[in-house]
């Protein structure tokens, strides 16, 4: 997912993805463990859209901070 694709979410639909992102990592991790992924760069693409939507959720965060100081 391109980090423009997230900023035009809600953080809320943000850290839903990030979750399901989550269980699909461990989903994947799963299957390369026993034998039955045949993808194994799915598992670098989703670590990297999970770091993104991390990313922005805290871009998000810190905007939100500094709005409330000013």
Do not use: W, Y
Request: proline residues 3%.
């Amino acid at each position: 997912m391109k980090p423009s694709e997230i900023r035009v979410l809600a953080p809320k639909e943000i850290a839903a993805k990030l979750a399901d992102l989550r269980q699909e990592s461990m989903n994947l991790r799963f299957q390369a463990v026993s034998g039955q992924l045949t993808d194994f760069s799915r598992i670098k693409e989703v670590r990297r859209d999970i770091a993104r939507m991390e990313t922005i959720l805290r871009e998000i965060e810190l905007k939100v901070q500094q709005e409330g100081e000013a």
